[in-house]
């Protein structure tokens, strides 16, 4: 079946400093692979996607590429923001399928 | 605001009891899913709607849990004699679908329930 894996957080940074979130993924077929984001007292919102094997995806400093050779999808920022505090969750989806398989998150927190 | 609404955000009840959940997917939307979401977890599939028709449903989703969506606009999902492991944050997305073709799902706040 479809699986996600993220690295084990939690995960504390300072302001600036250079931010890199793991996901592999094991999925039959080709998926499309996401990040949501998680803030304080909100829902999951979409951050990226990239929907075939080298395409990066891009939003708000953040980006990923779909690397089909390692079935990674690692989210990096180069300089993370207070506000960027919140929990971030990658997900896939595969084929004909139309559910979402996401990983168990990760926190991330941005001290000043 | 046109996204996802879900009411109410907040139910505590007891066990036993039963509960339902309303969610209003983006108008123009024709699938509509709702995940369940326990602590320290990502989301996970409960089931999901193209218009009215219910299309796939989890194991997850046992005997005691229904959800409809009777005319292709909102939907429920009731849960029957709740349990205290039925706890969790339940979310609903919606997403138009053309074809063969699934766009990006949009999430709604979620319903968190408490059983006590």
């Known amino acids: 079946g479809n699986s996600v894996t993220q690295m084990e957080g939690p995960v504390t940074l300072s302001e600036e400093a250079f931010l890199t979130i793991n996901c592999t993924y094991t999925a039959t077929g080709y998926p499309s692979l996401f990040w949501y984001v998680q803030y304080p007292g909100e829902g999951l919102q979409l951050l990226l996607k990239?929907?075939?094997?080298?395409d990066k995806g891009s939003n708000k400093g953040f980006e990923a590429t779909y690397r089909k050779e390692t079935t990674s999808f690692h989210l990096e920022k180069g300089s993370v923001q207070v506000s960027d505090s919140a929990v971030y969750f990658c997900?896939?989806?595969?084929?004909?399928?139309?559910?979402?398989?996401f990983g168990k998150g990760i926190t991330l927190s941005v001290r000043p | 605001d046109t996204g996802v609404s879900q009411n109410p955000r907040h139910k505590i009840t007891k066990r036993g009891q039963n509960v339902t959940f309303r969610c209003d997917p983006i108008s123009e939307h024709n699938r509509l899913y709702w995940y369940r979401q326990t602590l320290g977890q990502g989301p996970e599939f409960l089931t999901y709607f193209q218009n009215e028709a219910q299309l796939e449903k989890s194991r997850l989703l046992s005997d005691r849990f229904s959800a409809e969506r009777p005319k292709g606009s909102f939907s429920t999902l009731e849960i029957q004699r709740t349990e205290q492991g039925d706890s969790a944050m339940y979310l609903c997305?919606?997403?138009?679908?053309?074809?063969?073709?699934?766009?990006?799902?949009?999430f709604g706040p979620g319903t968190r329930l408490t059983v006590t």
């Open positions: 990239a929907t075939k094997a080298d």
């Open positions: 997900a896939l989806l595969a084929g004909a399928n139309s559910k979402l398989t």
């Open positions: 997305a919606s997403s138009l679908a053309l074809g063969q073709e699934s766009y990006e799902q949009y």
